[in-house]
């Protein structure tokens, strides 16, 4: 499985973005996609997580109600809706994958493994 995010960009505080992680070499629908971000100096933070049927959750209470993610099997294709835009949110976005289940935020192996990440930058 390969996985390629796309959609990051440079927005300003407030704004959206759609993230989309398109996936190749198998089928998405076996495996649960979890959304990532870094930050520069920062540890490597679990955003959400989607089930192959479409069960989220979500790793960062914080975030909760302003990033949405979502699936389309038939496109291969997860995305994250990020809404307000914060300048802390700026970050590389990452997704990974995982087969048939969620797996933790931190210290879990995916075995679908990782995209490239894609950058998100937050200023005015």
């Known amino acids: 499985l390969q996985l390629v995010e796309s959609g990051g960009g440079l927005v300003q505080p407030g704004g959206s973005l759609r993230l989309s992680c398109a996936a190749s070499?198998?089928?998405?629908?076996?495996?649960?996609i979890g959304w990532f971000r870094q930050a520069p100096g920062e540890e490597r933070e679990g955003v959400e997580c989607?089930?192959?049927?479409?069960?989220?959750?979500n790793y960062a209470d914080s975030l909760r109600g302003r990033f949405v993610i979502s699936r389309d099997n038939t496109k291969n294709i997860v995305y994250l809706q990020m809404n307000s835009l914060k300048l802390e949110d700026t970050a590389v976005y990452y997704c990974?994958?995982?087969?048939?289940?969620?797996?933790?935020?931190?210290?879990?192996?995916?075995?679908?493994?990782w995209g490239q990440g894609t950058q998100v930058t937050v200023a005015s």
């Open positions: 990974a994958a995982n087969f048939r289940r969620c797996g933790l935020p931190s210290n879990f192996r995916w075995t679908g493994g």
């Open positions: 070499g198998s089928t998405l629908a076996d495996y649960a």
């Open positions: 989607i089930t192959p049927v479409g069960g989220v959750i």
